[in-house]
């Protein structure tokens, strides 16, 4: 007989290919799966008996992607429009990350905690700039039993205002701090259109660290220690490239000092995505909430404080970035199951004739792209460990790849209008001008979407001192990069 190692698990591979289906026909899994129809702004939940996908990824994406989450039995679509089911293969992928992220922060001495998941208007309403960023999303409890509350209760949308109160009864002195907390938790963010899952949820699973310190430079240093640990969720076990870069302020999050972010792009539709935040709050939190203290030289001082999360978009990005026309592409360090072992019988072959080639060699056809191979038994184990490894790095070179040829340098207008109708990730030079950004949006409004930015790179190309602004014409000061999002 022959053994075919299978890199990734074939199982998950939403079209099924050749091995999948001798796996699935030894009795693992049911041939009756559930499909997303695209009628309407919720897809209704359907039962099927095709295995494979109807779609290409090139031809329809938004098909293609719905097909790939539901079929690789990643996410169930549940009858509430923006809830879906999360299935155990996304759990376990979850897991994955959450075991790496949690005991990086751990090293930071960040505990964990858990505050609840409902906060009292007043306490909501206390930062204004906060509350109107999130006020459309957020969800209220009005009824108990058939009673309406008195006062209605909000279900977190962010915990800032949740816990901060509880921050200045802590925080006295500056032996309190830094105070450094984070809980994993789910969130509510009920109002948008056009749910998709993983990537716009009405409920979602994240992290959330809110930290703060006696210093500035403190707070700056965390912001960015925690955005390389984002970096290397994506870029070491999701296998996506990243772009860390600072948001601008049109695009900060509300009622912080300043935001950072890990940025990644979706090829196929030519739109950017928020990977994960790490914001600078600054003050403005400790002067509303007054997380005050006593300095060592006994002087009353207010805390600078942090924010930062990443969720289970990060998923959504993987299956996006990786998926293909059979279905689910796994990096190995988050895949349930990296190798599937196959027995092949031939039936009229001299079976001591394959048992003796079988003893010698198996053959190893890796998922990402299908290249087959025989290796020997003496050593097996060592040359699979490399050939995981391979097929880490070699997925994300191939997404590297893909996401750097969608990269376009544009000097006016006229580049930009064009490298955005060609669905491109746009580097452009900026003024960095709040009303030049709104004007972009203005001026970019169609059926796909606005133009915004996206993050200005930490990592800066040369600007020659005459250059200007693509969109304002005025004295550019920054390298932006622009585009369609999520």
């Known amino acids: 007989m022959e053994c075919i190692l299978c890199a990734l698990n074939p199982r998950l591979a939403a079209g099924h290919c050749a091995w999948a289906n001798l796996i699935m026909a030894g009795g693992k899994a049911d041939n009756s799966k559930s499909k997303a129809n695209t009628k309407g702004k919720e897809k209704e939940v359907k039962k099927e008996t095709k295995l494979g996908l109807s779609v290409k990824k090139d031809d329809n994406f938004g098909e293609w992607y719905s097909e790939v989450v539901v079929n690789g039995e990643m996410i169930e679509y ?3 429009s923006g809830c879906y089911i999360l299935r155990p293969w996304t759990m376990s992928i979850w897991e994955v990350m959450q075991a790496f992220f949690d005991a990086e922060i751990k090293k930071m001495n960040i505990k964990n905690c858990y505050f609840p998941l409902f906060v009292s208007p007043g306490v909501l309403q206390r930062e204004k700039d906060h509350i109107e960023g999130f006020a459309p999303e957020v969800a209220w409890v009005t009824k108990s039993g058939n009673s309406d509350l008195d006062v209605p209760i909000a279900i977190r949308p962010t915990s800032e205002t949740v816990m901060y109160p509880y921050y200045s009864k802590w925080i006295r002195g500056h032996r309190d701090l830094p105070l450094k ?10 109002e948008f259109s056009n749910p998709t899952p ?11 660290g809110h930290t703060a310190f006696a210093s500035r430079t403190e707070a700056d240093a965390e912001v960015l220690e925690i955005l390389e640990l984002y970096r290397r969720v994506y870029e070491e076990f999701l296998a996506v490239p990243v772009i860390k870069g600072q948001k601008s302020e049109l695009e900060k999050f509300a009622g912080g000092l300043y935001t950072t972010s890990v940025e990644a792009f979706i090829p196929n ?10 914001h600078c709050l600054g003050q403005n939190f400790a002067k509303m909430f007054e997380i ?18 990443y969720s289970t978009r990060t998923i959504g990005v993987m299956v996006m970035v990786h998926g293909d026309d059979k279905g689910l592409v796994l990096p190995p360090k988050v895949a349930a199951l990296q190798i599937i072992v196959i027995p092949v019988p031939y039936k009229d072959a001299n079976m001591q004739g394959i048992l003796d080639t079988c003893a010698a060699t198996v053959r190893a056809v890796r998922r990402d792209n299908f290249a087959k191979a025989d290796i020997a038994i003496d050593g097996l184990v060592e040359k699979v460990k490399e050939l995981m490894d391979d097929i880490q790095q070699s997925l994300f070179d191939t997404a590297k790849l893909k996401r750097d040829a969608c990269v376009v340098v544009a000097k006016n207008w006229g580049e930009f209008a064009e490298a955005l109708g060609q669905k491109k990730l746009i580097l452009a030079p900026w003024c960095d001008e709040e ?17 915004k930015s996206l993050c200005s790179p930490f990592d800066q190309p040369a600007l020659p001192e005459d250059t200007l602004c693509f969109a304002s014409g005025k004295p550019a000061k920054k390298w932006t990069y622009w585009g369609r999002s999520y």
């Not at 907390?181 to 009920?190: D, E, I, K, M, T």
């Not at 993983?198 to 959330?208: G, M, V």
């Not at 005050?292 to 999360?309: L, P, R």
């Not at 950004?437 to 133009?451: L, N, P, S």
């Open 269 to 278: 539709s030519g739109r950017g995505i928020q990977g994960a935040t790490s």
């Open 198 to 208: 993983f990537i716009r949820s009405r409920e979602f699973l994240w992290q959330e």
């Open 78 to 80: 549940y009858d509430i």
């Open 435 to 451: 009303e030049v950004e709104k004007d972009v949006k203005a001026r970019t409004k169609g059926d796909m979407g606005a133009a």
């Open 181 to 190: 907390l984070n809980q994993w938790c789910n969130v509510v963010r009920w």
């Open 292 to 309: 005050n203290f006593e300095d060592d030289k006994g002087e009353k001082a207010m805390v600078w404080q942090n924010s930062w999360a």
